[in-house]
């Protein structure tokens, strides 16, 4: 079976886990939110179900992770990972993760970890201190670095400055940078790289701000307030990105610790850009390790491993937890798991009385709309009888209707007789017709031929008077006109003589 530092790979999928992350709503300006927001991503990333308890409960889009818890996603198998500034077990789980993102004592009590159960598994994101050792630590470290963080080869002027946690790491200081400098505390991150791209220096008075590093990558010297009593690789020892390169080199690229380090800042500053990649990779492979630590501390794969837990940490951080400590914090996990589940009960039962109440709301719903459906059926009844009524009336318009077709009935059949009569009178009528209309062409015949013969001799009664006109205009006639009057004389008295 494979192993990674000890610990036992066994064939849980990373899946099977639920893992919340408890967190501020996300803030580009607070590193701390932007890490536990980019843990779940990477998480995520390795096949692993993750959400987000906002301590708030806003839910809201962002590039990290979308899958947000509640409480009711909280049971016995879940584990919940919460930041160092986070006091007792809000969501009273009984899997718990503390992830020292700074030293406590920082941004919280330095007794908070006395609110703890001793069982705790605890991981640091550094160690933000001189006096721990960094090779006793587990370590988890992941960076989020915006891609608009990059060198845009800008005319380069000025300086700039920050102070964010200065006072809680630095107890007097002494101001190192020029007067006529841009402060860049309030100024939103894309201002910031912005400035970063215009200025030659920037001053860091905060020694753990991962603004030297967005620096450097910009093209802009950070040149950090060296911490009292600390030097360079010392104070290199206690940050995250440094922990790659333990017992390999002793310093970074592109990162002046204080006035005398800038040269050496300015000689390196181009391999800032590589060396954050190796730095990024290696906080990868920090995300592997805690996968396979929580796997086996909470499923007892590997009991023979000296877990990094509340109560054995004692010694390594200087906290001092007494017998006593860790019995009241053991009594106050045990409250609070007890106040957890009396919470859960009281939910529960005021689920119920919900449900109760929605429930005679159903009911007197019901009841309502059971009255107002007895009321339409009376509607419906009264709607019945006067239909059947009005059905009666149609019943008896119906026979009536029958009566009138049975009297039409007979009417179309003494038509339909009388149409035939008069059908025959027609065809008799037709007939005749056709009789005399064979007399009418028959004479129209004998008329054409009278008319033909009318025309004929019309036309031989024109050939004859042109002849005997030119007869009478011709010369012969002219001179034989003696002799016929002589002729029609003889002719005359002979046929006067035959008359008598």
Sequence with gaps: MATLNGICMNELKFSEMKIIIYTPELNFKVGGIIVLHNLAKDLVDNGCNVMLYVVNGTKYENIFCNNFATIADVDDATIVVYPEIVEGNPLNAKNVVRWMLCDIGVHCSRDIYKTWGSNDLVFHFSTFNAKYDPHSIELLYIIWIDPAVKNKKMARSGSCYLFKKASAFHKNIRLIHPMDAVLIDNCSNEEIIEIFNNKEYFYCYDPYSFYTSMAALCGCIPIVYPLEGLNKLDWL??????????????????????????????????????????????????????????????????????????????????????????????????????????????????????????????????????????????????????????????????????????????????????????????????????????????????????????????????????????ILSSNSWRLSRPLRTLKTFFFTKNTGRNKY
Excluded: P
Excluded at 319 to 336: F, M, N, P, R, Y
Excluded at 361 to 375: C, H, M, P, T
């Design 237 to 470: 020892k206690t940050r995250a990105m440094f922990q790659i390169y333990l017992d390999k080199q002793d310093n970074v690229a592109g990162i002046a610790y204080g006035f005398d380090d800038v040269k050496y800042a300015h000689e390196t500053l181009c391999n800032v850009e590589k060396e954050q990649m190796r730095i990024v990779k290696f906080g990868k492979r920090t995300v592997i390790n805690f996968i396979n630590r929580i796997k086996a501390y909470f499923h007892n794969d590997n009991k023979s491993y000296q877990f990094k837990t509340v109560a054995n940490s004692t010694n390594l951080f200087g906290w001092h937890l007494s017998k006593e400590d860790v019995h009241i914090a053991t009594l106050k996990q045990a409250l609070g798991e007890r106040n957890g589940r009396l919470q859960e009960l009281n939910q529960g039962l005021s689920e119920r009385d919900v449900q109760i109440v929605n429930f005679n709301q159903a009911v007197n719903e019901r009841e309502d709309q059971i009255a107002s459906l007895k009321q339409v059926v009376v509607e419906r009844d009264v709607q019945i009888v006067n239909l059947n009524q009005a059905v009666n009336e149609r019943e008896g318009q119906i026979a009536s209707l029958k009566q009138v077709v049975v009297e039409r009935d007979l009417q179309i059949v003494n038509l339909n007789q009388a149409m035939n009569e008069r059908d025959q009178s027609v065809h008799t009528l037709t007939e005749t017709v056709a009789q005399r209309d064979g007399v009418v062409a028959e004479r129209d015949g004998q008329i054409d031929k009278l008319r033909w013969d009318v025309s004929e001799r019309d036309a031989a009664v024109i050939e004859r008077e042109n002849v005997i006109r030119q």
